[in-house]
């Protein structure tokens, strides 16, 4: 089983609408959470962490379930440039340094 | 200016050469990474130094080595470079408990 797993989509959604995703993690131990942001061809960028207590940032909203073992991201309003690929990051038990990235989740926005 | 800065940032070489791909951050951080993005997108740890301290060792062939003159550069050395070796390889750095931002990434292509 993948330490984080994601569904891989595409997520095709028309502009203007919600959309979520989820994540689910393996290792109950696992201390921090994160949404990172991919575009093509570039580096992956913090999106936003994700708190026990759940956070927002404008139109995104991240959830963490510790009973169940998964992180949620919901997306409101999308716009065409919220098209990418979203990356569900845990780190280990073993070292708050070691990011284990999921494969990510591909969000298509059409007009 | 560039936080973390990686070079070069394609690279195309043969089998059985060595290659080598350099990383800097002026971000002040005391943690530096080595992460590899395989062609299914999968991003995965090989190497973090922390003050010029190797930290975490992933599974990785000794092929790779890789080398931290001080603590704003890490670099990454490969040996008898091979076709599986072909991969996106993103430099990246932190604080403790900070997230990590990442560099540009090094697209190498063994043919």
């Known amino acids: ?4 797993e994601q569904d891989p989509g595409p ?5 203007g609408a ?3 995703f989820n994540c689910t993690y ?3 131990a696992s201390q921090s959470f994160f949404w990172y942001r991919q575009d093509c061809r570039k580096e992956p960028k913090l999106l936003m962490s994700v708190y026990s207590s759940g956070n927002e940032d404008g139109r995104f909203t991240a ?3 510790r009973a169940s073992q998964y992180i949620s991201l919901l997306i409101r309003d999308s716009k065409l440039s919220d098209s990418a690929t979203y990356l569900c990051v845990v780190t280990s038990r073993e070292s708050s340094y070691k990011l284990i990235f999921g494969s990510g989740t591909r969000l298509l926005v059409r007009p | 200016d560039t936080a973390v800065s990686q070079t070069p940032k394609y ?3 043969q089998m059985g050469n060595d290659k080598s791909i350099k990383c800097e951050q002026n971000l002040g951080h005391d943690t530096m990474y080595w992460y ?3 062609s299914k997108k999968f991003l995965k740890i090989m190497f973090s130094y922390n003050n010029k301290e190797l930290i975490i060792n992933e599974t990785v062939p000794n092929r790779f080595s890789p080398k931290s003159p001080d603590k704003a550069h890490l ?3 490969i040996n008898s470079l091979e076709l599986g070796d072909s991969a996106v390889y993103f430099c990246a750095s932190s604080l403790p408990g900070a997230p990590t931002s990442f560099g540009e990434g090094s697209r190498l292509t063994v043919l």
């Open chain 1, 11 to 15: 997520f095709n959604v028309p502009e």
């Open chain 2, 75 to 77: 670099n990454l050395h």
């Open chain 1, 1 to 4: 089983r993948k330490e984080v």
């Open chain 1, 18 to 20: 919600t959309v979520a």
């Open chain 1, 63 to 65: 959830q963490l379930n």
């Open chain 2, 36 to 38: 590899k993005q395989d």
């Open chain 1, 26 to 28: 393996s290792n109950s």
């Open chain 2, 11 to 13: 690279l195309v070489t």
